[in-house]
Nanobody, 128 residues
Framework: QVQLVESGGGLVQAGDSLRLSCAIS????????VAWFRQAPGKEFEFVAA????????NYEDSVKGRFTISKDNARNTALLQMDGLQPDDTAVYSC?????????????????????WGQGTQVTVSS
């Protein structure tokens, strides 16, 4: 059973930073790809970033490149999302997700249905 628990959301002003954490309980986390998605009110799930745990290679959605950084803390089995330069359009519920991908591969899954395990989400609100 894989469990994910997010934390770190909150209310910030435009231009501020936040760091989200996703604590992961999994058998062998090195066999997983972990991603962050977000969903704003009335909108569909949007891929934000993903990281392949085995080698730390990451992939980003275009609108967050250069502002958001996904990373991993191997000692604590925690995925991190550092968000800088936040804008009101970044307001959403942010959720982390994990998918068992023992063979990795160069293509990162970016659709929410490609991930089996999900956390409960954490709210990020950016005021203008």
């Amino acid at each position: 059973q894989v469990q994910l628990v997010e934390s770190g959301g909150g209310l910030v002003q435009a231009g501020d930073s936040l760091r989200l954490s996703c604590a992961i309980s999994a058998g062998d986390i090195s066999l997983y790809t972990v991603a962050w998605f977000r969903q704003a009110p009335g909108k569909e799930f949007e891929f934000v970033a993903a990281i392949r745990w085995s080698d730390g290679v990451a992939n980003y959605e275009d609108s967050v490149k250069g502002r958001f950084t996904i990373s991993k803390d191997n000692a604590r089995n925690t995925a991190l999302l550092q968000m800088d330069g936040l804008q009101p359009d970044d307001t959403a519920v942010y959720s982390c997700a994990a998918q068992f991908r023992p063979f990795g591969g160069p293509i990162f899954p970016t659709q929410n249905y490609e991930y089996r395990y999900w956390g409960q989400g954490t709210q990020v609100t950016v005021s203008s």
